[in-house]
C-alpha cells in the first residue's frame, strides 16, 4: 500500500534553468496539494487540484509557477527559470477527497545555484 | 498570508517526562490536523479533528479541538527519544487548503 511518491528527492538547478516535480497521490486518491516549506518554517499552501482541474491556486507565485495533474500520470509543478529563492523543500499531498486529511509524501528538496 | 500561532516554538525535555503543545488562530477552523516532521521527510499525520470540544487519542499522544474552534492542543505523554521532531498543527481552510503552525521542535534528553 504505497503512499505518496515524489520524485526526484533532490534536484539540483542552475538560475534560469526549469524544475520539474512529481507527485503520484496515494492509490484512490483523487486530491493532489502542493506546500511549499523553507528553513525552520511551517510548510505553505501552494495549489490544489483534482484530475485535468485546478480548484484552489491562490498560493501559487503568478508568474514561472505552474501546476497540472492530467487525467493520466502524476501531478507535476513546473518552475520555470529559477531563481536562488526558488530553493525550497516542495511537497504533494493527497486526500480521497471530502474529508480534511491529507497525506504528504517525502518532499522534493530544490536548490537553485 | 493567514499562519497558525504555535507554542512553544521548542522544547527540551527529558525522557518519560509530558510534553504539551498548542494553536491558536483570529480565524475559524472546522478540522484541524497534528503532524510530526522528521528531518528529511514529510510530515506525518498524528491525529485529526473534526468537531469542536473533541477529545482524540492515538496511542500516547491526545489531542483537542478548543470549543471556539480557533484553537487546539497536543500532549505527549511518558516522551521516549522517537518522539523527537518537529509537531505542526494545520488547520483546513476553504476548499481543503491547510494552514500551518511554525512548529514546535522537541528535544528529549535520555
Known amino acids: 500500500n504505497a503512499g505518496v511518491m515524489q520524485n526526484p528527492r533532490h534536484l539540483v538547478r542552475r538560475r534560469g534553468q526549469e524544475a520539474r516535480l512529481r507527485c503520484s497521490p496515494m492509490?484512490?486518491?483523487?486530491?493532489v496539494y502542493w506546500y511549499r516549506q523553507l528553513p525552520e518554517e511551517g510548510l505553505k499552501f501552494m495549489v490544489y487540484?483534482?484530475?485535468?482541474?485546478?480548484?484552489?491556486e491562490s498560493g501559487m507565485p503568478k508568474e514561472r509557477f505552474s501546476a497540472e495533474f492530467p487525467k493520466e500520470g502524476p501531478s507535476i509543478l513546473r518552475i520555470q527559470q529559477v531563481v536562488r529563492g526558488d530553493s525550497a523543500a516542495y511537497f504533494c499531498?493527497?486526500?480521497?477527497?471530502?474529508?480534511?486529511?491529507?497525506?504528504f509524501g517525502p518532499g522534493t528538496r530544490l536548490t537553485v545555484t | 498570508g493567514q499562519q497558525l500561532n504555535q507554542s512553544p516554538q521548542s522544547m527540551f525535555i527529558q525522557e518519560g517526562e509530558d510534553v504539551s503543545m498548542n494553536c491558536t488562530s483570529s480565524?475559524?477552523?472546522?478540522?484541524w490536523l497534528w503532524y510530526k516532521q522528521d528531518p528529511g521527510e514529510g510530515p506525518v499525520l498524528l491525529i485529526a479533528?473534526?468537531?469542536?470540544?473533541e477529545l482524540t487519542s492515538n496511542g500516547r499522544l491526545t489531542a483537542q479541538f478548543g470549543i471556539t474552534r480557533k484553537d487546539s492542543f497536543l500532549n505527549i505523554s511518558a516522551s521516549i527519544p522517537s518522539d523527537v521532531g518537529i509537531y505542526f498543527c494545520?488547520?483546513?481552510?476553504?476548499?481543503?487548503?491547510?494552514?500551518f503552525g511554525q512548529g514546535t521542535r522537541l528535544t528529549i534528553n535520555p
Open positions: 499531498a493527497s486526500s480521497p477527497g471530502g474529508a480534511g486529511e491529507q497525506y
Open positions: 492509490k484512490g486518491h483523487s486530491h
Open positions: 487540484l483534482q484530475k485535468e482541474n485546478i480548484i484552489d
Open positions: 480565524s475559524i477552523f472546522n478540522t
Open positions: 479533528l473534526y468537531k469542536a470540544g
Open positions: 494545520a488547520g483546513v481552510q476553504g476548499a481543503q487548503k491547510l494552514v
